[in-house]
């Protein structure tokens, strides 16, 4: 696939988080995909959209904004915002209604049909928790 198409094709999967839109994932990813994030390493598709049905619960208003994207080979990076308000339990975490707003990265290997079949995902998960309350920022007493 062109740098363009795979640009396309992470804005579709920004759309589709945008939107909870699942059933997209589908066209998407790799049915084997592996996910890493500093929370876990997720393997396949199905798994995958468990996460992220766990996630869009608690987090029914997320957001995420395309900051910068790069693609050379078969990888593409971008660079993303993203806020929401945590209104359901997440992880052993109680919602509390509060807002976060950070900032991430991910990187992305497309298959030759431009499917994604792995991704790196580097997000504030720190700056999150202290956003909701669930840990002190630093200098605050806890």
Do not use: C
């Not at 509390?96 to 790196?120: L, M, P, S």
């Amino acid at each position: 696939m062109s740098p363009e198409e795979l640009k396309a094709r992470s804005r579709r999967v920004i759309e589709a988080m945008n939107q909870q839109n699942l059933a997209a994932f589908d066209e998407l990813y790799a049915p084997d995909v592996v996910v890493h994030s500093g929370l876990m390493t997720t393997q396949g598709l199905e798994a995958y959209k468990q996460a992220l049905a766990q996630g869009f619960t608690a987090f029914p208003d997320t957001q995420i904004t395309i900051e910068d994207q790069i693609v050379e080979g078969d990888k593409s990076v971008v660079r993303f915002t993203e806020s929401g308000t945590q209104q359901g339990d997440i992880m052993g975490i109680k919602a509390a209604g509060k807002r976060f707003h950070g900032t991430g990265i991910a990187i992305a290997r497309h298959d030759v049909n431009g499917k994604t079949a792995e991704v790196w995902i580097s997000f504030d998960n720190l700056g999150m928790l202290q956003q909701l309350g669930v840990i002190p920022a630093l200098g605050q007493a806890s």
